[in-house]
């Protein structure tokens, strides 16, 4: 990807312990009406109930909405679509982990545009800007506060679905790690290895786009501006990711997790995923598992499969993580290293345990390589012919 680079982010971000401050003062600039997402279990907490003080104090009028349901069935979208159509909204607040960001901007799309979700499923199917959003992400995962990204489930398709647009990009950013220090060990297990496996996925995506075009797709693939913000992302949660998980008390643990997190997410923003968040999705519908673990299981396996194509970026991973291993070994030696922190956060090991049947892997193996074809989704470009060993490889 030598000279070629891409970031589309949004136009402010605030990062650091005490952030949440800037939120009032930043919805100032945007208008008065305010519609804000919140899931249910952070409404009642004393951090979110001050960010309304300050917003009223500030002049704003707020609508609360709190029916942020896990996974964002494409329903329970419309509904809240609606009641913001109704109230006129100058801008919308996603505060929560990503589900409650991606309900945000997913409100401001059909605010501003209208129709179904599903007129705007894959890429740049957005046809301008919507709403203004601000997003305070209280996981330290998905990156949803500075991605181009929602993903919804459409009970329809069966799986779950990505809209990607350049115009989903909040508007301003509040990365407060304070809001996920009291997170219980699973979510910011499943939410922080999340967020490894962008760093990774997008450090050794394909490269999409070489030449520049009118219309460059959402995910360009691996590319030198995004390198540099994956890089930073794999060294800092793979120092800090066992210990977030591990000590619930470690606070400075957690606060490198949301900065690795939203770097991750500035960089899969531009460079796109791969195999693992293809095969994710299907085994996620099949098991109802959450989609961190499902992408944390699957990662190794992946890097494994397509090391003949990723030999020099898992080098200079490897170099990151202080690998000792010297030459291709080093290569391996980033992949054991993964899998072991993997481990250390007690994600399972194998397909198996998450109730996957031997019966079921060539039909996950279809659907994933369906989702990999798509230009539209989280999915850049990896050859889709390695899926089925990776599965199975992954399911023993
Ligand atoms: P989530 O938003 O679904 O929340 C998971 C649980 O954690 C909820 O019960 C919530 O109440 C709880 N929670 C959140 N913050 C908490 C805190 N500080 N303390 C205690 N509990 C807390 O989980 P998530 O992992 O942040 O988001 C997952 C969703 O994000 C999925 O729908 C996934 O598809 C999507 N996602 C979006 C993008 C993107 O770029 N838009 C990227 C990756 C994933």
């Known amino acids: 990807s030598d000279g070629f680079g891409l970031l589309r982010l949004p136009t402010r971000i605030h ?47 707020l609508q609360v909405w709190t029916e942020v349901e896990p996974e964002l069935p494409v329903d329970s979208v419309q509904r809240a679509a609606d009641a913001a159509s109704v109230w006129g909204p100058e801008l919308i607040i996603g505060f929560g982990g990503g589900s ?31 709403t203004p959003v601000i997003a305070v992400p209280t996981t330290a995962g998905t990156g949803s506060e500075v991605t ?66 009118d219309q460059l797709p959402v995910f360009v693939g691996q590319n030198r501006l995004a390198g540099l913000l994956a890089e930073e992302a794999i060294t800092v949660i793979a120092a800090n990711l066992v210990r977030a998980v591990t000590d619930p008390d470690d606070d400075a643990a957690r606060t490198e997790m949301a900065y690795g997190s939203l770097l991750a997410g500035m960089a899969f923003g531009s460079a796109g995923t791969h195999l693992s968040h293809a095969i994710q999705y299907p085994i996620g519908a099949l098991t109802k598992t959450p989609h961190g673990l499902g992408t944390g299981l699957l990662l190794p396996h992946v890097l494994r499969g397509c090391r003949p194509d990723i030999d020099p970026a898992l080098r200079r991973i490897g170099t990151l993580l202080g690998v000792s291993e010297t030459g291709s070994d080093r290569a391996l030696g980033a992949i054991r290293r993964i899998e ?57």
Do not use: M
């Open 340 to 396: 072991q922190i993997v481990a250390d956060i007690g994600i399972p090991a194998s397909l198996a345990e998450l109730g996957v049947r031997a019966e079921d892997l060539p039909d996950i193996s279809a659907r994933a390589a369906g989702i990999s074809r798509l230009a539209g989704n989280v999915a850049a470009a990896r050859p889709i012919e390695r899926i089925p060993g990776i599965v199975t490889a992954a399911w023993r």
């Open 100 to 130: 409650a960001l991606d309900l945000a901007k997913l409100v401001a799309l059909l605010r501003s545009h209208g129709g179904r979700l599903s007129d705007y499923y894959g890429e740049n199917a957005v046809p301008g800007p919507i």
């Open 148 to 213: 181009p990204v929602a993903v919804v489930s459409d009970p329809g398709r069966d799986l779950k679905v990505g809209i990607s647009s350049p115009h989903l990009i909040p508007r301003f950013a509040v990365v407060d790690p304070t809001l996920t220090h009291g997170a219980p060990a699973a979510v910011t297990a499943h939410a922080g290895v999340d967020a490894f496996v962008h760093a990774i996925e997008s450090y050794t995506a394909a490269v999409r786009a070489p030449e520049w075009t």
């Open 15 to 61: 990062f650091g312990n005490g952030a949440a401050s800037a939120i009032a003062p930043l919805a100032r600039e945007l208008g008065r009406r305010v519609f804000v997402c919140c899931d249910p279990f952070l409404a009642e907490t004393p951090q979110f109930e001050r960010t309304c003080e300050e917003l009223r104090d500030s002049g704003a009028v």
